[in-house]
C-alpha cells in the first residue's frame, strides 16, 4: 500500500503552506486529505487503476489532489511538493510539529533565532532567548519544553493503530512463506500498548536460512540493516525497524512468551522459575538439560504453576499474583461487541452519510450503532445546530425505517462541556435525543479543581448518558487534562453514567490505567471508535485491546448488551 507514503506527501505540504502563510483553506484541504489516506484500509495503488474518478471518490480528495496521487504513483514523487520543500528551511516541519509551536511562532523562531530543529529549540527555550521574542512569556517558554519532551519521546514510539494494520499485512505475507510453521507480531503490539517502537516478529521454523532470505526481499522493505543465523533487522519505506527471530517449533511457546514481553513481566516469570529450580528463556523452560515445556504458551505458564495469561495483562501489574490465586479476568472480546456507541457522519465533520454509516455496521454484524454527531459551538467540527436537530432526527428515522432498524441507528450527540461545565444545547434539545454523549474540545489550560468541577457539573444533567474521550488526550501530541478522578467516576458511578474507552488510534481515551481505576471503581465503560469515516469503524479492536489492558470483562462494557437491554439502560439513566 502507498497511502501511508502519499499521506505523509500532503501532510508535509499542509505544513509547508502554512509556514509559508499561504491560503488556510488550501492546507486544510490537504491536511484532510493526508487524515484520511493514512486511515483508508484499500490501496490506492487498487483505485488508481480505476481511473482518476475511483480517486476522486474518496472522501476529501478532489480532481487536484486526486491528479497529485496518479503523480506519485507514476513518478514515485508530487512537483508541487518539491517546489515548496525548496521554500522552507530544512527541519522546520519537525519543529512545527511540537504541539503549541504553530506555523506563526515557527516563522517567527527561524527568522529571528535560526531555529530548524528540535535541538536548536531546545537550546533557545533553555537559554530563555525565546524571551526576546513578541508574545513569548515564561508561562509559554516552560509549556513549550514540556510539550517538546512529549515531542521528542513521540519520534521514538508511534500510536499503535497508525501501524497496527500495516502490521497485521506484514504478518500475513511472513506466514505465506513456505517454509514457515508459525509466526506472530509479539512486543508492544500483541499487549495492545498505545505506542510501539520497533516490531518483533517470531517465526517456527527448521529452515530459518531461507525464512530469512525471503523476508528481506518482502515489499514495502527498503533497507536490510543484518541479517545473522536466526535473526533479520530490516526498516520500512517510513523508517520503521522490523525486526525477525527464527525459533525451533520446539520453543515457539516460550519464544512468543519472551518476545511479547513486558519485560516486566518476564523477570518476574523467570524468578518464579528459578524458585522452583527451574530456567527460563526463549527456547524453553529447562530442568537442567531437559526441556519440560516450550512447544505453546499454554505449556510455558503451566510449567511454572500458571494458567495462560493474556497478552494485553502483561505488565507486572499484579496479574501474576492474580494468576496465582486463581482471579484472572475473563477479558472482553471483539466479539461481545454489539454496536459502536460514537460514530459522525456528514451532517457534522464525517465523511459518510447516515445511511452509509449504517450499511458498514451491517456487515460488520452490529445491532445498533449510535451516530453523535458534534454540536454547534465545534465550528471546526462544523457542529450541528440546535434548530437543525429535529431535522436530524428524522433523518436517522427515515434511515432505520429503510433498513428496517438493522442495526438500529440511535440518535444521539457528542455534546461540547463549555468552560464553565454547562452544555452547548438546552435540555429540550438534549432530551429528544436517545442517547447523549459529553466531551471537552476547549479550554485545555484549566487547573485540576476547575477541570474536576467541569466535568461534574455536567455529569450532573439529568439527560447526559456518557463522558467521552475523558482525558483529552492526543497519543504523543498533547497531555490529557488534569482532573480528580477518582472523584469523576466515583459520580459517574453514583449516577449510574459511563465513561468511553475512544479508540481512535491518537486516543485510546481513556487509557489503561484510568480505565482499570474506573473499572475497579463499577463505573460502566462504554467503547466508541469515534469514527469519522467508515474505515474508522476497525478502531473498535484498539478500544477492545485498551479495554483488556484495564482488565474489563464484557459484563462491564456497555455495549456488550443487546439493543433492547441498551434502550432500557439509556432510559433508566435518565429516570435514576
Avoid at 475511483?54 to 476529501?60: K, Q, S, T, V, Y
Avoid at 517546489?83 to 522546520?92: D, I, M, N, S, T
Avoid at 525565546?130 to 512569556?137: A, D, E, K, S, Y
Avoid at 510539550?147 to 497508525?162: C, E, F, I, K, M
Amino acid at each position: 500500500m502507498r497511502n501511508a507514503e502519499v499521506s505523509r506527501l500532503f501532510q508535509e505540504m499542509a505544513e509547508m503552506l502554512e509556514f509559508l502563510g499561504d491560503n488556510p483553506f488550501r492546507a486544510r484541504a490537504y491536511r484532510q486529505a493526508a487524515r484520511v489516506l493514512a486511515d483508508l484500509q484499500t490501496p490506492i495503488e487498487d483505485l488508481a487503476q480505476q481511473g482518476l474518478e475511483a480517486l476522486e471518490d474518496i472522501p476529501g480528495i478532489g480532481p487536484e489532489l486526486a491528479a497529485k496521487i496518479q503523480e506519485y504513483l507514476q513518478s514515485g514523487k508530487i512537483a508541487a511538493h518539491e517546489e515548496l520543500a525548496r521554500q522552507v528551511p530544512a527541519g522546520v516541519l519537525e519543529v512545527m510539529r511540537v504541539p503549541g509551536v504553530g506555523p506563526k511562532t515557527a516563522q517567527l523562531l527561524w527568522s529571528r533565532l535560526g531555529v530548524d530543529s528540535l535541538e536548536k529549540l531546545k537550546a533557545a527555550l533553555e537559554s530563555k532567548k525565546v524571551l526576546q521574542l513578541p508574545r513569548f512569556g515564561e508561562k509559554k517558554r516552560l509549556h513549550l519544553l514540556e510539550n517538546l519532551a512529549l515531542a521528542q519521546s513521540a519520534t521514538q514510539r508511534r500510536p499503535l493503530g497508525s501501524v497496527l494494520w500495516r502490521v497485521r499485512e506484514l504478518l500475513a505475507a511472513i506466514r505465506g512463506l513456505p517454509q514457515v510453521e508459525q509466526a506472530e507480531c509479539c512486543g508492544s503490539v500483541r499487549r495492545y500498548k498505545e505506542t510501539v517502537g520497533d516490531l518483533d516478529f517470531l517465526v517456527a521454523t527448521r529452515q530459518g536460512e531461507k525464512v530469512l532470505a525471503q523476508f528481506t526481499r518482502l515489499p514495502g522493505i527498503a533497507d536490510v540493516e543484518a541479517v545473522g543465523e536466526n535473526r533479520a533487522t530490516v526498516f520500512l519505506e517510513d523508517g520503521l525497524q522490523v525486526d525477525l527471530k527464527i525459533v525451533p517449533p520446539e520453543s515457539w511457546g516460550s519464544g512468543l512468551q519472551y518476545l511479547t514481553g513486558s519485560k516486566a513481566h518476564s523477570i518476574r516469570l523467570r524468578k518464579l522459575a528459578q524458585e522452583q529450580g527451574l530456567k527460563l528463556n526463549e527456547y524453553g523452560v529447562w530442568e537442567g538439560e531437559r526441556q519440560v515445556a516450550g512447544r505453546d504458551e499454554a505449556g510455558v505458564y503451566a510449567a511454572l504453576g500458571l494458567p495462560l495469561i493474556p497478552p494485553p495483562l502483561r505488565e507486572d501489574w499484579g496479574e501474576i499474583e492474580a494468576a496465582q490465586a486463581g482471579r484472572l479476568p475473563r477479558l472482553v472480546e471483539l466479539k461481545d461487541i454489539r454496536g459502536d456507541l460514537q460514530l459522525h457522519s456528514t451532517w457534522s465533520d464525517g465523511k459518510n452519510t447516515l445511511l452509509e454509516l449504517a450499511q458498514a455496521a451491517k456487515e460488520l454484524g452490529y445491532e445498533y450503532i449510535a451516530v453523535t454527531d458534534h454540536s454547534h459551538s465545534l465550528r471546526i467540527a462544523h457542529g450541528v445546530h440546535a434548530q437543525k436537530m429535529k431535522q436530524r432526527i428524522r433523518e436517522i428515522r427515515k434511515v432505520n425505517e429503510k433498513t428496517g432498524a438493522k442495526p438500529y441507528v440511535l440518535a444521539g450527540a457528542e455534546v461540547e462541556i463549555l468552560a464553565d461545565g454547562s452544555l452547548d444545547y438546552p435540555d429540550e434539545v438534549l432530551e429528544e435525543l436517545e442517547i447523549v454523549l459529553v466531551a471537552i474540545h476547549s479550554h485545555f489550560g484549566q487547573d485540576q479543581k476547575t477541570e474536576t468541577r467541569r466535568i461534574l457539573k455536567a455529569l450532573e444533567n439529568p439527560y447526559v448518558h456518557i463522558l467521552s474521550h475523558p482525558t483529552c488526550r492526543l497519543v504523543g501530541q498533547r497531555k490529557g487534562i488534569e482532573a480528580d478522578w477518582e472523584k469523576v467516576f466515583s459520580q459517574a458511578k453514583s449516577l449510574g453514567k459511563a465513561v468511553e474507552i475512544d479508540g481512535y488510534y491518537d486516543r485510546l481515551d481513556l487509557p489503561d490505567r484510568l480505565a482499570r481505576q474506573a473499572g475497579e471503581m463499577g463505573v460502566i465503560i462504554s467503547l466508541g471508535t469515534d469514527a469519522h469515516q467508515i474505515d474508522h469503524l476497525r478502531f473498535m479492536d484498539l478500544a477492545v485491546g485498551t479495554a483488556q489492558r484495564a482488565w474489563l470483562g464484557p459484563s462491564q462494557i456497555l455495549n456488550t448488551k443487546p439493543l433492547e437491554e441498551l434502550l432500557g439502560w439509556l432510559e433508566g439513566v435518565r429516570q435514576s
